[in-house]
Protein backbone atom coordinates (compact mmCIF):
# COMPACT_ATOMS: atom_id res chain seq x y z
CA UNK A 1 0.00 0.00 0.00
CA UNK A 2 0.97 3.41 -1.12
CA UNK A 3 0.71 5.75 2.06
CA UNK A 4 0.66 9.76 2.20
CA UNK A 5 1.01 11.41 5.47
CA UNK A 6 0.01 15.20 5.02
CA UNK A 7 1.67 17.48 7.35
CA UNK A 8 5.44 17.90 8.31
CA UNK A 9 5.97 17.77 12.41
CA UNK A 10 7.16 15.85 15.09
CA UNK A 11 3.16 14.24 15.39
CA UNK A 12 3.72 13.33 11.54
CA UNK A 13 7.26 11.65 11.93
CA UNK A 14 5.96 10.14 14.74
CA UNK A 15 3.42 8.70 13.07
CA UNK A 16 5.38 8.27 9.83
CA UNK A 17 7.83 5.94 12.02
CA UNK A 18 4.90 3.78 13.57
CA UNK A 19 3.14 2.57 10.04
CA UNK A 20 6.95 1.78 8.59
CA UNK A 21 6.35 -1.14 11.04
CA UNK A 22 3.23 -2.44 9.15
CA UNK A 23 4.19 -5.19 6.74
CA UNK A 24 1.27 -3.24 4.62
CA UNK A 25 2.47 -0.64 3.79
CA UNK A 26 5.01 -0.74 1.02
CA UNK A 27 6.07 3.35 0.27
CA UNK A 28 5.53 5.93 2.67
CA UNK A 29 5.40 9.39 1.14
CA UNK A 30 5.19 12.91 3.51
CA UNK A 31 3.85 16.25 2.28
CA UNK A 32 5.66 18.75 2.90
CA UNK A 33 7.54 16.49 5.84
CA UNK A 34 11.13 17.95 7.03
CA UNK A 35 14.40 16.65 7.42
CA UNK A 36 13.98 14.47 9.67
CA UNK A 37 10.68 13.05 7.97
CA UNK A 38 13.09 11.97 4.71
CA UNK A 39 14.67 9.67 6.33
CA UNK A 40 11.55 7.45 6.70
CA UNK A 41 9.04 8.78 3.86
CA UNK A 42 10.12 10.98 0.66
CA UNK A 43 9.00 14.04 1.41
CA UNK A 44 6.76 16.28 -1.50
CA UNK A 45 6.98 19.86 -1.05
CA UNK A 46 3.52 20.42 -1.05
CA UNK A 47 1.72 22.54 1.58
CA UNK A 48 -0.39 20.70 3.95
CA UNK A 49 -2.87 23.34 3.55
CA UNK A 50 -2.83 23.28 -0.48
CA UNK A 51 -5.73 20.77 -1.12
CA UNK A 52 -6.24 21.11 -5.06
CA UNK A 53 -2.32 20.48 -5.14
CA UNK A 54 -2.67 17.61 -2.24
CA UNK A 55 -5.27 15.68 -4.11
CA UNK A 56 -4.00 15.94 -7.72
CA UNK A 57 -0.67 14.76 -6.27
CA UNK A 58 -2.74 11.67 -4.59
CA UNK A 59 -4.35 11.10 -7.13
CA UNK A 60 -1.37 11.54 -10.34
CA UNK A 61 0.74 9.33 -7.93
CA UNK A 62 -2.42 6.66 -7.21
CA UNK A 63 -2.25 7.53 -3.58
CA UNK A 64 -3.92 4.09 -1.87
CA UNK A 65 -4.49 5.73 1.60
CA UNK A 66 -4.02 9.14 2.93
CA UNK A 67 -3.32 10.22 6.35
CA UNK A 68 -4.56 13.63 7.20
CA UNK A 69 -2.44 14.59 10.19
CA UNK A 70 -2.73 18.54 10.88
CA UNK A 71 -6.18 20.47 11.69
CA UNK A 72 -5.82 23.12 9.26
CA UNK A 73 -6.75 21.08 6.30
CA UNK A 74 -9.08 18.82 8.06
CA UNK A 75 -10.68 22.03 9.08
CA UNK A 76 -10.27 23.01 5.20
CA UNK A 77 -12.03 19.75 4.13
CA UNK A 78 -8.87 17.70 2.76
CA UNK A 79 -10.66 14.32 3.51
CA UNK A 80 -13.71 15.64 1.33
CA UNK A 81 -11.92 16.46 -1.45
CA UNK A 82 -10.08 13.30 -1.12
CA UNK A 83 -12.81 11.24 -0.90
CA UNK A 84 -14.72 12.83 -3.78
CA UNK A 85 -11.84 11.26 -5.62
CA UNK A 86 -12.38 7.57 -4.12
CA UNK A 87 -9.14 7.65 -2.20
CA UNK A 88 -9.67 6.25 1.28
CA UNK A 89 -8.70 8.95 4.35
CA UNK A 90 -8.27 8.26 8.21
CA UNK A 91 -9.59 11.82 9.33
CA UNK A 92 -12.63 13.79 9.68
CA UNK A 93 -14.95 15.63 7.18
CA UNK A 94 -14.70 19.28 7.23
CA UNK A 95 -18.38 19.04 8.92
CA UNK A 96 -16.97 16.92 11.96
CA UNK A 97 -13.85 18.87 12.13
CA UNK A 98 -16.08 21.94 13.35
CA UNK A 99 -15.60 20.26 16.78
CA UNK A 100 -12.08 21.58 17.11
CA UNK A 101 -12.49 24.71 14.03
CA UNK A 102 -15.02 26.49 16.33
CA UNK A 103 -15.09 26.60 19.67
CA UNK A 104 -18.76 28.04 19.67
CA UNK A 105 -19.56 24.51 17.70
CA UNK A 106 -17.47 22.51 20.43
CA UNK A 107 -19.11 24.26 23.59
CA UNK A 108 -22.73 24.22 21.79
CA UNK A 109 -22.59 20.96 21.52
CA UNK A 110 -21.38 20.19 24.58
CA UNK A 111 -23.87 22.53 26.53
CA UNK A 112 -26.92 20.79 23.91
CA UNK A 113 -26.08 17.21 25.12
CA UNK A 114 -25.34 17.66 28.74
CA UNK A 115 -21.17 16.59 28.02
CA UNK A 116 -19.49 18.60 31.26
CA UNK A 117 -17.53 21.17 30.72
CA UNK A 118 -17.12 24.97 32.03
CA UNK A 119 -19.52 26.84 32.11
CA UNK A 120 -19.19 29.84 29.41
CA UNK A 121 -20.45 32.45 26.74
CA UNK A 122 -19.45 33.18 23.46
CA UNK A 123 -19.17 36.99 22.05
CA UNK A 124 -18.70 38.40 18.78
CA UNK A 125 -18.22 42.16 20.28
CA UNK A 126 -15.40 43.08 21.73
CA UNK A 127 -17.10 45.53 24.37
CA UNK A 128 -19.88 43.50 25.46
CA UNK A 129 -16.84 40.77 25.70
CA UNK A 130 -15.16 42.65 28.08
CA UNK A 131 -18.12 44.19 29.77
CA UNK A 132 -19.34 40.70 30.95
CA UNK A 133 -15.66 39.95 32.28
CA UNK A 134 -15.48 43.65 34.56
CA UNK A 135 -18.89 41.98 35.94
CA UNK A 136 -17.65 38.12 36.60
CA UNK A 137 -15.19 36.82 38.88
CA UNK A 138 -11.74 36.15 37.92
CA UNK A 139 -9.54 34.07 36.52
CA UNK A 140 -11.14 33.39 33.53
CA UNK A 141 -10.25 31.39 30.36
CA UNK A 142 -10.76 33.64 26.61
CA UNK A 143 -10.66 31.58 23.82
CA UNK A 144 -10.16 32.72 19.96
CA UNK A 145 -13.41 30.73 18.27
CA UNK A 146 -11.01 29.49 15.38
CA UNK A 147 -7.92 27.72 14.83
CA UNK A 148 -4.71 29.75 16.48
CA UNK A 149 -2.20 27.17 15.87
CA UNK A 150 -2.69 26.07 19.75
CA UNK A 151 -1.99 29.51 20.96
CA UNK A 152 -5.35 31.39 21.20
CA UNK A 153 -6.31 30.46 24.73
CA UNK A 154 -5.35 32.84 27.56
CA UNK A 155 -5.96 32.41 31.46
CA UNK A 156 -6.68 35.96 32.48
CA UNK A 157 -5.80 36.36 36.50
CA UNK A 158 -6.36 40.17 36.45
CA UNK A 159 -8.97 42.60 34.93
CA UNK A 160 -6.09 44.31 32.90
CA UNK A 161 -4.93 41.12 31.34
CA UNK A 162 -8.32 40.51 29.78
CA UNK A 163 -9.07 43.40 28.49
CA UNK A 164 -5.44 43.43 26.77
CA UNK A 165 -6.41 39.02 25.74
CA UNK A 166 -10.14 40.37 24.35
CA UNK A 167 -8.21 43.39 22.48
CA UNK A 168 -5.40 41.13 20.99
CA UNK A 169 -7.53 38.73 19.79
CA UNK A 170 -10.78 40.84 18.63
CA UNK A 171 -9.37 43.96 17.79
CA UNK A 172 -6.18 43.73 16.63
CA UNK A 173 -6.66 39.99 15.19
CA UNK A 174 -3.27 38.63 16.34
CA UNK A 175 -5.37 34.86 15.09
CA UNK A 176 -6.86 36.70 12.08
CA UNK A 177 -10.28 35.95 11.62
CA UNK A 178 -10.33 33.10 13.94
CA UNK A 179 -10.99 36.12 16.89
CA UNK A 180 -13.59 37.13 14.94
CA UNK A 181 -15.54 35.57 18.09
CA UNK A 182 -14.68 34.63 21.71
CA UNK A 183 -15.57 32.03 24.47
CA UNK A 184 -15.14 33.11 27.90
CA UNK A 185 -15.57 30.41 30.01
CA UNK A 186 -14.99 29.61 34.13
CA UNK A 187 -11.62 28.73 35.13
CA UNK A 188 -11.27 25.15 36.20
CA UNK A 189 -8.81 23.38 38.52
CA UNK A 190 -7.58 20.13 38.88
CA UNK A 191 -4.98 17.68 36.70
CA UNK A 192 -4.76 18.32 33.27
CA UNK A 193 -5.38 14.73 30.84
CA UNK A 194 -5.02 13.99 27.51
CA UNK A 195 -6.88 11.22 25.84
CA UNK A 196 -6.82 10.71 21.87
CA UNK A 197 -9.36 8.14 20.81
CA UNK A 198 -9.29 6.26 17.38
CA UNK A 199 -13.11 6.43 16.54
CA UNK A 200 -15.56 5.26 13.53
CA UNK A 201 -18.38 7.33 14.15
CA UNK A 202 -20.27 4.96 15.95
CA UNK A 203 -16.88 2.93 17.89
CA UNK A 204 -14.37 4.65 20.23
CA UNK A 205 -11.34 2.93 21.99
CA UNK A 206 -9.34 5.34 23.64
CA UNK A 207 -5.57 4.92 23.52
CA UNK A 208 -2.88 5.84 26.58
CA UNK A 209 -3.52 8.83 28.53
CA UNK A 210 -0.98 11.12 28.46
CA UNK A 211 -0.04 14.38 30.25
CA UNK A 212 1.61 17.79 28.04
CA UNK A 213 3.51 20.54 29.00
CA UNK A 214 2.38 23.34 27.65
CA UNK A 215 4.27 26.20 29.45
CA UNK A 216 7.52 27.46 27.77
CA UNK A 217 9.49 27.40 31.35
CA UNK A 218 10.33 25.27 34.24
CA UNK A 219 7.66 25.54 37.11
CA UNK A 220 4.73 25.74 34.54
CA UNK A 221 5.90 29.65 33.74
CA UNK A 222 6.35 31.24 30.83
CA UNK A 223 4.28 31.71 27.22
CA UNK A 224 1.97 29.15 25.79
CA UNK A 225 3.62 26.77 23.28
CA UNK A 226 2.69 23.78 21.10
CA UNK A 227 3.95 21.36 23.90
CA UNK A 228 7.12 21.31 25.81
CA UNK A 229 6.78 17.16 26.49
CA UNK A 230 4.90 14.71 26.92
CA UNK A 231 4.41 11.69 29.34
CA UNK A 232 2.07 8.51 29.43
CA UNK A 233 0.35 7.36 30.85
CA UNK A 234 -0.92 10.46 32.79
CA UNK A 235 -0.34 9.34 36.49
CA UNK A 236 -4.01 10.91 38.16
CA UNK A 237 -5.79 9.10 35.17
CA UNK A 238 -6.94 5.60 36.58
CA UNK A 239 -9.06 2.76 35.55
CA UNK A 240 -12.78 4.55 37.79
CA UNK A 241 -11.95 7.77 35.96
CA UNK A 242 -11.90 6.51 32.68
CA UNK A 243 -14.92 4.51 33.15
CA UNK A 244 -16.54 7.62 34.04
CA UNK A 245 -14.80 9.59 31.24
CA UNK A 246 -16.24 6.78 28.65
CA UNK A 247 -19.59 7.35 30.46
CA UNK A 248 -19.88 10.96 30.54
CA UNK A 249 -17.60 12.18 27.72
CA UNK A 250 -16.43 9.76 25.06
CA UNK A 251 -19.29 7.93 23.90
CA UNK A 252 -21.80 10.98 24.49
CA UNK A 253 -19.66 13.00 22.26
CA UNK A 254 -19.39 10.03 19.48
CA UNK A 255 -23.14 10.06 19.68
CA UNK A 256 -23.75 14.28 19.89
CA UNK A 257 -21.79 14.38 16.35
CA UNK A 258 -23.79 11.26 14.61
CA UNK A 259 -27.14 13.09 15.79
CA UNK A 260 -25.42 16.59 14.53
CA UNK A 261 -25.33 14.68 11.12
CA UNK A 262 -21.44 14.87 11.31
CA UNK A 263 -20.40 11.62 12.48
CA UNK A 264 -16.63 11.70 13.51
CA UNK A 265 -14.10 9.22 12.07
CA UNK A 266 -10.27 9.82 12.55
CA UNK A 267 -8.77 10.48 16.08
CA UNK A 268 -10.24 12.56 18.69
CA UNK A 269 -8.90 14.41 20.97
CA UNK A 270 -10.54 15.10 24.78
CA UNK A 271 -8.43 17.70 26.35
CA UNK A 272 -9.83 17.09 30.08
CA UNK A 273 -9.78 18.74 33.56
CA UNK A 274 -10.01 16.47 36.36
CA UNK A 275 -12.07 19.10 39.03
CA UNK A 276 -13.43 18.78 42.25
CA UNK A 277 -16.72 18.17 40.64
CA UNK A 278 -15.54 14.96 38.28
CA UNK A 279 -13.92 15.49 35.07
CA UNK A 280 -14.85 18.30 32.61
CA UNK A 281 -13.87 18.69 28.83
CA UNK A 282 -11.37 21.44 28.35
CA UNK A 283 -11.30 21.40 24.50
CA UNK A 284 -11.20 18.79 21.72
CA UNK A 285 -8.86 18.44 18.46
CA UNK A 286 -9.91 16.75 15.63
CA UNK A 287 -6.61 14.62 15.32
CA UNK A 288 -3.81 13.94 17.23
CA UNK A 289 -2.01 15.93 19.57
CA UNK A 290 1.33 17.38 19.14
CA UNK A 291 3.48 16.07 20.92
CA UNK A 292 0.85 13.57 22.56
CA UNK A 293 1.49 11.78 19.98
CA UNK A 294 5.04 11.16 20.74
CA UNK A 295 4.20 9.02 23.65
CA UNK A 296 1.18 7.39 22.71
CA UNK A 297 2.14 5.95 19.35
CA UNK A 298 5.38 4.10 20.76
CA UNK A 299 3.25 2.60 23.23
CA UNK A 300 1.29 0.93 20.73
CA UNK A 301 1.58 -2.77 20.41
CA UNK A 302 -0.52 -2.90 17.04
CA UNK A 303 -0.85 -2.70 13.90
CA UNK A 304 -1.26 1.32 13.34
CA UNK A 305 -2.16 1.04 9.72
CA UNK A 306 -4.71 -1.57 9.79
CA UNK A 307 -6.28 0.65 12.52
CA UNK A 308 -6.51 3.31 10.71
CA UNK A 309 -7.91 1.53 7.58
CA UNK A 310 -10.56 -0.04 9.75
CA UNK A 311 -11.56 3.12 11.03
CA UNK A 312 -11.79 4.57 7.52
CA UNK A 313 -14.44 1.42 6.79
CA UNK A 314 -16.17 1.74 9.63
CA UNK A 315 -14.92 -1.63 10.98
CA UNK A 316 -13.17 -0.26 14.50
CA UNK A 317 -15.01 -2.70 16.62
CA UNK A 318 -13.21 -5.58 14.76
CA UNK A 319 -9.26 -4.25 15.37
CA UNK A 320 -6.99 -5.48 16.91
CA UNK A 321 -5.65 -2.63 19.79
CA UNK A 322 -3.27 -3.68 21.86
CA UNK A 323 -0.60 -1.48 24.28
CA UNK A 324 2.98 -2.21 25.67
CA UNK A 325 3.13 -1.97 29.56
CA UNK A 326 5.47 0.60 30.71
CA UNK A 327 5.80 4.19 30.19
CA UNK A 328 7.19 6.78 27.79
CA UNK A 329 8.70 9.97 27.76
CA UNK A 330 8.82 12.82 25.40
CA UNK A 331 11.41 16.01 26.09
CA UNK A 332 11.14 18.87 23.07
CA UNK A 333 14.28 20.17 22.63
CA UNK A 334 13.31 24.06 21.26
CA UNK A 335 15.15 26.74 19.87
CA UNK A 336 15.77 29.98 21.74
CA UNK A 337 13.05 32.26 22.28
CA UNK A 338 10.43 30.13 21.03
CA UNK A 339 7.76 30.63 21.02
CA UNK A 340 8.78 34.37 20.35
CA UNK A 341 11.25 35.58 18.19
CA UNK A 342 14.62 32.51 17.05
CA UNK A 343 17.09 31.50 14.64
CA UNK A 344 17.20 29.02 12.38
CA UNK A 345 19.70 27.16 10.43
CA UNK A 346 21.70 26.41 13.28
CA UNK A 347 23.87 22.96 12.79
CA UNK A 348 22.31 19.70 14.98
CA UNK A 349 24.99 18.04 16.85
CA UNK A 350 24.59 14.34 18.72
CA UNK A 351 22.16 12.54 16.07
CA UNK A 352 23.11 9.96 13.62
CA UNK A 353 23.27 9.49 9.96
CA UNK A 354 19.52 9.48 10.20
CA UNK A 355 18.55 11.94 12.59
CA UNK A 356 17.94 9.18 15.55
CA UNK A 357 20.00 7.78 18.65
CA UNK A 358 20.36 4.35 19.74
CA UNK A 359 19.51 5.29 23.51
CA UNK A 360 16.27 7.59 22.06
CA UNK A 361 13.72 7.83 19.54
CA UNK A 362 13.98 11.22 18.23
CA UNK A 363 11.07 12.85 16.46
CA UNK A 364 12.13 15.64 13.98
CA UNK A 365 9.75 18.78 14.47
CA UNK A 366 11.44 21.51 12.61
CA UNK A 367 15.09 20.39 10.74
CA UNK A 368 16.22 20.56 7.16
CA UNK A 369 18.65 17.60 6.05
CA UNK A 370 21.89 19.63 4.17
CA UNK A 371 25.70 19.54 3.73
CA UNK A 372 25.33 15.74 5.19
CA UNK A 373 23.94 17.12 8.58
CA UNK A 374 20.82 18.49 9.74
CA UNK A 375 19.76 22.29 11.01
CA UNK A 376 17.64 23.84 12.99
CA UNK A 377 13.85 24.53 10.96
CA UNK A 378 11.32 25.85 13.60
CA UNK A 379 10.67 26.46 16.84
CA UNK A 380 10.30 23.05 17.63
CA UNK A 381 12.90 21.27 16.83
CA UNK A 382 12.84 18.07 18.12
CA UNK A 383 11.02 15.53 20.50
CA UNK A 384 13.11 13.07 22.28
CA UNK A 385 11.37 10.09 23.16
CA UNK A 386 12.33 7.13 25.78
CA UNK A 387 9.93 4.17 26.68
CA UNK A 388 10.52 1.85 29.86
CA UNK A 389 9.20 -0.18 32.34
CA UNK A 390 9.01 3.05 34.58
CA UNK A 391 8.18 6.63 34.12
CA UNK A 392 11.19 7.65 36.07
CA UNK A 393 13.24 5.65 33.49
CA UNK A 394 12.21 6.93 30.73
CA UNK A 395 12.07 10.25 31.96
CA UNK A 396 16.07 9.40 32.88
CA UNK A 397 17.05 7.69 29.13
CA UNK A 398 15.08 10.64 27.56
CA UNK A 399 17.07 13.63 29.91
CA UNK A 400 19.92 11.70 28.85
CA UNK A 401 19.81 11.60 25.23
CA UNK A 402 18.44 15.21 25.26
CA UNK A 403 22.49 16.13 27.04
CA UNK A 404 23.66 14.41 24.26
CA UNK A 405 21.86 16.84 21.59
CA UNK A 406 23.20 20.12 20.91
CA UNK A 407 22.73 23.52 18.61
CA UNK A 408 23.17 26.95 19.50
CA UNK A 409 20.89 28.59 22.37
CA UNK A 410 18.83 25.41 22.33
CA UNK A 411 15.72 25.35 25.23
CA UNK A 412 14.36 22.38 26.78
CA UNK A 413 12.28 22.12 30.09
CA UNK A 414 14.02 20.11 32.94
CA UNK A 415 11.08 19.17 34.93
CA UNK A 416 8.48 16.88 32.10
CA UNK A 417 6.56 14.64 34.50
CA UNK A 418 6.70 16.57 37.44
CA UNK A 419 3.03 18.87 37.01
Known amino acids: MKVLVVGGGGREHAIIKKLKESPRVTALYAAPGNGGIGRD ?12 AMVAYAVEHAMDFVVVAPDDPL ?32 KGLMQKYGIPTAAYETFSDPDAAIAYIRAGTLPVVIK ?18 AVAGIDGIMRDKQFGESGNRVVIEEFMTGPEVTVLAFTDGTAIVPMVSS ?9 NKGLNTGGMGTIAPNPHYD ?28 CLYFGLMLTPKGPRVIEYNCRFGDPETQVVLPLLDSDLFAIMEAVSQGRLAE ?25 TGLAISGLDADGNREDACVYHAGT ?18 AVATSLEEALADAYSAVDAIHFADRHFRTDIGKY
Request: charged share 20%; proline share 5%.
Open 144 to 161: ADGLALGKGVIIAETLDE
Open 75 to 106: VLGMVDAMNARGIPCFGPTKAAARIEGSKVFS
Open 368 to 385: TCADGGFHTAGGRVLGVT
Open 211 to 219: MDHKRALDG
Open 239 to 266: DATAALCMETIFLPTISAMAKEGCPFKG
Open 41 to 52: AECVPIKATDVD
Open 319 to 343: ADIRWKPGAAACVVIASGGYPGKYQ
